[in-house]
């Protein structure tokens, strides 16, 4: 017997044919990988040994200086203490160990490389890490780090215009960029919009940011949102400013990056092969005026956007 023809077929078929065809693939696309906009923002000092010390004046208030004494009577004597215990930030780690089996990356490499892809999308999961950190930390973060002095309270509602501009008037020594979650963002350009006042753009790294009186207001999903409710930092940054600055350590074994180190291990009996990925980091607040943040600001009655601490 002879097989059938179907007599319907002119042509060969899509499926059939797909057979033959390659398949243009792209790198694995993560969901959770942002901008990272506060990280690229901040003024980063190197350190030594992983300590920063951050040394203060004791009561500046009490320096005494005059005008010239007319009568040549003596002037003023005066000096500037210092504290005897200054405040010292210690990097810290934030690491995982990447295990990938010797099989995939020796059969599975082609066109992507997996052990590259699989070091890629690690070191992108850290760096959320540490952006995190920086904005949550119980030690060393922005909102742990806030004055009593300067954290301001709403009365409830979405950020206003009145809002910013006291956050301004608590960081008005030369402040740089605020920065609170993507909600509050847009509530708060609802807001303007709604008083007749929206605020205008400005475009940096390629991308548009809403700002009031001229400061960015920088977009990230690491600020908490609790029933409904977030906040709003407003900083100073950069040590000849005595603002805020981010801690990292050059120079370390393996660096891929400012403080991130990527350091073989082993493969093991199993042919798992292991890769070390750390990023050291901290942050410190120079002084108290650097930053202010603003607290309870509704940005959607509608919605629950419980905070992961990742």
Not at 111 to 135: M, W
Not at 142 to 149: C, R, Y
Not at 218 to 231: A, L, M
Request: charge should be negative; aromatic fraction near 8%; glycine fraction near 6%.
């Amino acid at each position: 017997m002879t097989n059938a023809v179907n007599p319907r077929s002119t042509s060969l078929g899509d499926e059939a044919a797909r057979t033959l065809a390659n398949a243009t693939k792209t790198v694995p696309q993560m969901s959770t990988i942002t901008p990272r906009w506060l990280v690229h923002l901040m003024s980063w000092v190197p350190v030594e040994a992983g300590i920063y010390r951050v040394n203060k004046v004791v009561h500046p208030e009490s320096v005494n200086i005059q005008c010239d004494n007319y009568d040549e009577s003596p002037l003023e004597e005066t000096f500037v203490d210092y504290e005897t215990e200054p405040r010292e930030y210690r990097l810290k780690a934030v690491q995982t160990i990447l295990d990938i089996h010797t099989r995939i990356s020796d059969l599975y490499s082609s066109p992507h490389n997996q052990t590259a892809q699989q070091l890629r999308l690690t070191i992108e999961a850290v760096k959320e890490h540490q952006e995190n950190e920086l904005i949550n930390s119980p030690e060393y973060g922005l909102l742990t780090n806030v004055a009593p002095a300067q954290r301001i309270s709403t009365l409830g509602g979405p950020p206003t215009p009145d809002d910013m501009d006291a956050l301004i008037a608590k960081v008005w020594k030369q402040p740089a960029f605020f920065v609170t979650h993507p909600e509050a963002v847009a509530a708060f350009g609802r807001e303007c919009t709604r008083r007749g006042v929206p605020p205008p753009t400005v475009s940096m790294f390629g991308s548009q940011f809403l700002t009031w009186r001229g400061l960015p207001i920088v977009p990230s999903d690491k600020v908490p949102v609790v029933d409904g409710r977030s906040k709003v930092l407003l900083m100073r940054t950069g040590e000849a400013r005595q603002g805020v600055v981010g801690l990292f350590q050059p120079g370390v074994s393996g660096e891929q990056g400012p403080g991130l180190s990527v350091r073989f291990m082993q493969i093991d009996r199993s042919a798992i092969a292991s890769y070390l990925v750390s990023l050291y980091c901290s942050l410190a607040v120079l002084t108290d005026d650097a930053l202010a943040v603003l607290d309870d600001v509704e940005v959607d009655r509608f919605h629950d956007y419980s905070p992961q601490y990742r």
